[in-house]
């Protein structure tokens, strides 16, 4: 099993910065792909960004230049800076590992971004 604890949400004025970051743990011998994904209250989970293990990092335009991804393999964490932020930003934000094939889930963290 692999365990995910995600921290660094939190509130914040339109324009501010956070810095989320998802630790992993467990059984993670060599965690391939590390992704945010975000949900706000009545809309679908959507992609925030992605980065392959030693890949170039993907983005949607909705965040592109504004939001990046980066991780630490030694410490087996990703991170998902996130600058200039806008009240549309405002969502609980996932991180998604996939370890082996299999994709793992953490608990989510509350961003919110006040106009």
């Known amino acids: 099993q692999v365990q995910l604890v995600e921290s660094g949400g939190g509130f914040v004025q339109a324009g501010g910065s956070l810095r989320l970051s998802c630790a992993a743990s467990?059984?993670?011998?060599?965690?391939?792909?590390m992704a945010w994904y975000r949900q706000a209250p009545g809309k679908q989970r959507e992609f925030v960004a992605r980065?392959?293990?030693?890949?170039?990092?993907i983005y949607p335009n909705s965040v592109k230049g504004r939001f990046t991804i980066s991780r630490d393999n030694a410490k087996n964490t990703g991170y998902l800076q996130m600058n200039s932020l806008k009240p549309e930003d405002t969502a609980t934000y996932y991180c998604k590992v996939t370890v082996m094939t299999y994709d793992y889930w953490g608990q989510g963290t509350q961003v919110t971004v006040s106009s």
């Open positions: 467990g059984n993670i011998a060599g965690i391939g792909d």
């Open positions: 980065i392959r293990r030693g890949g170039t990092p």
